[in-house]
């Protein structure tokens, strides 16, 4: 079984709002990763990834907020309002196996 998988990366301290916006947005379930730098880097793709600049240039720690919908039409339809309503932060989604 699938299921869409979410992940948005912020500067350590951006990452306390967002998890707030998420809850009040019916996200119910939130993992937080703590990732070096040259991971970060590595694994991101300039303004794509993650639009905070912050994390592009303090070179610090950024953190990975993981959570997930279903993968049906209500799942996919909570994705999109989840990302609509979060304006200009990438979830960074992907189909993962449950």
Known sequence: ?????????????EAPGLKDQLLALGVSEITERRVSY??????SRFNYDCVFRQ???KEDEVIYLDFSFADSEQGREKAYDVEYNLKQIPLNLKYMEE
């Open 55 to 57: 994390a592009w240039e």
């Open 38 to 43: 040259p991971q970060f880097v590595r694994e």
């Open 1 to 13: 079984m699938l299921k869409i998988q979410a992940t948005i990366k912020t500067p350590q301290e």
